[in-house]
């Protein structure tokens, strides 16, 4: 088993029409407003930026994302992403009822010095930290869209 490979799943029903959440997701620049894990966003071009994430551990991660897919029509997100990790990950936003679920999917190598040294003593605590940066990002993306349909 390569300790430092990982494969992540999020899923995050949304009471919001996929149309709306998918034009949220989008704008990666617009991130740090809603979700208080990724620290930074900088756009290099318009399919490039490099983003620093920190979740409860106290380290960053940094990474170039390079968009690789993109499909309103489908609802589909997809970057590769380089840097201390390197790998893939996307978003699908699919209608659900009155809502929406948007499903995160990344499968990634860690090749951040620091990760890669603790990798299996810290493999439980590494996809826990993953766990709770995603519970926050649901939270904050439900109270952004709050904020969004108040303004209309």
């Not at 996929?18 to 949220?24: D, E, L």
């Not at 551990?57 to 590769?80: I, K, N, S």
Request: aromatic share 12%; proline share 8%; net charge positive.
């Amino acid at each position: 088993m390569d300790w430092t490979h990982y494969r992540f799943r999020s899923l995050w029903p949304l009471p919001a029409p996929p149309a709306t959440v998918y034009g949220v997701l989008e704008r990666p620049e617009e991130y740090p407003r809603w979700w208080r894990q990724v620290r930074e966003v900088e756009r290099r071009d318009d399919t490039t930026g490099v983003i620093r994430i920190r979740s409860l551990l106290p380290y960053d991660v940094t990474f170039t994302a390079r968009e690789v897919r993109r499909d309103p029509g489908a609802g589909v997100l997809e970057v590769a992403m380089s840097g201390d990790i390197e790998g893939w990950a996307r978003w699908t936003v699919t209608p659900v009822g009155a809502g929406c679920l948007a499903r995160y999917d990344q499968v990634v190598d860690v090749r951040k010095p620091l990760l890669r040294r603790f990798a299996v003593p810290g493999r439980p605590v590494f996809r826990v930290n993953h766990w709770l940066m995603m519970r926050a990002g649901r939270r904050g993306l439900l109270a952004y869209l709050g904020r969004l349909s108040e303004a209309v």
